[in-house]
Structure formats: C-alpha cells, structure tokens
C-alpha cells in the first residue's frame, strides 16, 4: 500500500507564512504527478497547486504569487511554501499523489489525510 502523511498546517495571523510537507512511503515504483488541494467548510476540494515529476507547474489563480510547490524526488515530498497569507485561505489541505505501485503497470491517485490551516484576519 502507500500513505500520503501531511504535516505543517496549522493557525496564523494573515500576512503570515506556513510551509505544508507531504510525504510519499509504502510500495512505491514511481510517482507522477503531486499536489495540494483545499477543501473549505461547505465547498468542493479545489486544486492548489500540483506539480509533475518533470517539473511542471500549475496554480490556481487565487494563490499565483503568493505560494510555491517544490518537491523532492529522491524523499518522495512535495512541499507548499504560502506567503502573504489571508483569511480567505483557510480550509483542510489535501496532499495528493499519483502512484504506481511496485510491480503494478498502472498510476492511481492516493490522498493524504488532510491537514488544518487557519488565518486569523
């Protein structure tokens, strides 16, 4: 099996900084595609940000300028770097991974638990 295990959420005044780490473990033959969601109460889970395992990027708008996805391929993390940060980001973070298992020919998508990011305005 493979987990996704999130870490770094949590509360902070706006204009403030927090940086999310999501970690990739278990039979892992390969991982495409990584990213973060957001889900907000009440809302659907919309794209944050992903990137692929060549290092192409895409944001949502909302957030272009002011977050940054990285991740590092030899640990199997994908990061969210969130700068300038506002109320309206607020929401349960999803960590999202698009995994082919060892000794499987296929890719499919696995998600982390979620973690909580707050901003106080």
């Known amino acids: 099996q493979v987990q996704l295990v999130e870490s770094g959420g949590g509360l902070v005044q706006a204009g403030g900084s927090l940086r999310l780490s999501c970690v990739a473990s278990?039979?892992?033959?390969?991982?495409?595609?990584m990213g973060w969601y957001r889900q907000a109460p009440g809302k659907q889970r919309d794209l944050v940000a992903a990137?692929?395992?060549?290092?192409?990027?895409n944001y949502a708008d909302s957030v272009k300028g002011r977050f940054t996805i990285s991740r590092d391929n030899a640990k199997n993390t994908v990061y969210l770097q969130m700068n300038s940060l506002k109320p309206e980001d607020t929401a349960v973070y999803y960590c999202?991974?698009?995994?082919?298992?060892?000794?499987?020919?296929?890719?499919?998508?696995?998600w982390g638990q979620g973690t909580q990011v707050t901003v106080s305005s």
């Open positions: 999202s991974a698009d995994v082919r298992q060892r000794g499987s020919l296929n890719y499919r998508a696995y």
């Open positions: 278990g039979s892992i033959g390969s991982i495409n595609a």
């Open positions: 990137v692929t395992s060549g290092g192409s990027l």
